[in-house]
């Protein structure tokens, strides 16, 4: 338990004093959100109607662009390597890993939230199960990108690969992500997207640690 | 240098090992074995494998043919946290303090050196505050030294342990492995210089690239 601490304390602390990134891909989820309604006009009804799919797109791509780091610094300066030595297994490591990945990439944006909901005119209980949608949803998007980002890799300039990797297999925590903003559809779409997160989220660390032991070879 | 508790037993037994990395094959037909308190030294020119075997070894790269058997292990040890890999990469962040690094290694492997004590003897006492992305290749070498003195293991596996190092370094490295031996550990190292060890019985000498 100690390492799995001190991975999580590790990825965090490297991220505040790595500058920028945090707010790079804060600002970079705002804007998504900002330029929308330059680009569909005004119209206070239709933007409140796109609203969920916009919050969830910026979320998307802003957690993606954030994946390269999850693994790639730690396979170029060695300590992949030595990872598979540790007395924390792989499938912890990944795991520490993710929860770091989420709280660097996924709090901000729910935290910063409210500014969207201003920005696209949503009103406050739509912003409420935005809000819970992201935090049930989220999860589910960082542990699938951790496997893309293992796969990826070892592969010279895989950056851009695992999130186009992934994204076909995130349509669903889409699709019931911004479903469960829709107040009309009920809580089913919410209980889905807790199940689609949840396997992911269980599954992700054992997935990746295969993708990761393989890696080196 | 640590008390000289016992480390755990472990041979290495190696048989018929054959390397490729990619179309070309490296060595074949590689063999030895290696009892608790021993060394032996991987020697040879550049391109041999010396890195591939110490890495095959390590369990990072799958050897082509051949096995390597590790006696001593229990049933639910997983393999590998009896070992420390030393390598060219050291897995060192800049942009964390040499004792956060040193730390960091330290829970990630389970083990419980004094952080400060291993950093005495690697000579990296005076700057344990200062961000590890300021050191030297050589002083970053020995901040990978003290990571395998902060968690006792078994066997060692060193490749180019000396490389960056000065004289001193040299001698600290030797003095590292002595103690090492003299616990009951085992150490493979590859170097293609002469490694400054006191007790030379215990070492012996492979060398790649001569007959391949």
């Known amino acids: 338990m100690k390492g799995f601490a001190a991975v999580i304390r590790r990825d965090l602390t490297l991220a505040f004093r790595g500058g920028g990134d945090i707010m790079t891909l804060l600002l970079f989820f705002v804007m998504v959100g900002a330029i929308v309604p330059f680009a569909v006009g005004p119209d206070k009804a239709l933007l409140s109607r796109l609203a969920p799919g916009i919050v969830w797109i910026a979320a998307f791509l802003s957690l993606l662009l954030g994946l390269d780091r999850l693994f790639r ?33 996924a709090l901000p944006l729910i935290v910063a939230s409210p500014v969207l909901a201003v920005l696209l005119a949503m009103d406050a209980p739509t912003w409420l199960r935005v809000v819970l949608s992201l935090v049930i949803g989220t999860p589910g998007l960082a542990a699938l990108g951790a496997m893309g980002a293992a796969v990826t890799v070892s592969l010279p300039r895989g950056g851009l ?40 989220v269980a599954v992700a660390p054992f997935m990746a640690a295969l993708a990761l032991a393989v890696s080196e070879d | ?129 200062l961000e590890a992305g300021h050191l030297s290749a050589g002083q970053t070498r020995r901040l990978a030294l003290a990571r395998l003195i902060v968690a006792p293991r078994p066997i060692w596996l060193l490749d180019e342990p000396t490389a960056a190092l000065d004289a001193e370094g040299d001698a600290l490295v030797g003095r590292l492995i002595d103690s090492h031996l003299a616990q009951g550990g085992l150490c493979i190292a590859a170097t293609h210089l002469p490694l400054a060890l006191a007790d030379t019985d215990r070492i012996a000498t492979l060398t790649l690239g001569g007959a391949a």
Request: aromatic fraction near 4%.
């Open chain 2, 1 to 129: 240098m640590p008390a000289p508790d016992r480390l755990p037993q472990r041979q290495i037994d190696v048989t018929d090992l054959a390397c490729r990395r990619g179309e070309r094959l490296l060595f074949s037909n590689l063999g030895f074995s290696l009892a608790p308190g021993r060394a032996l030294l991987v020697r040879g020119p550049n391109g041999t494998g010396k890195t591939t075997l110490i890495r095959t070894l390590a369990g990072l790269i799958a050897p082509d043919a051949g096995s390597i058997a590790i006696a001593g292990r229990s049933e639910e040890e997983r393999p590998g946290t009896d070992m420390h890999l030393l390598a060219h990469a050291s897995g060192v962040k800049g942009r964390l303090t040499v004792e956060e690094n040193l730390a960091f290694w330290r829970a990630v492997n389970g083990g419980s050196g004094d952080a400060g004590e291993a950093l005495d003897i690697v000579g990296l006492r005076g700057i344990a505050d």
């Open chain 1, 73 to 105: 610094n730690d396979h170029e300066d060695g300590s992949l390597a030595l990872f598979r030595q540790a007395e924390l297994p792989l499938a912890g490591l990944v795991a520490a890993k993710v929860i770091a990945h989420w709280l660097l990439a």
């Open chain 1, 161 to 200: 690969l695992a999130p186009v990797l992934i994204t076909p297999l995130a349509l669903p925590l889409l699709i019931f992500g911004t479903g469960s903003i829709d107040a009309m559809a009920g809580n089913s779409a919410l209980l889905l997207l807790a199940a689609v997160s949840l396997v992911l």
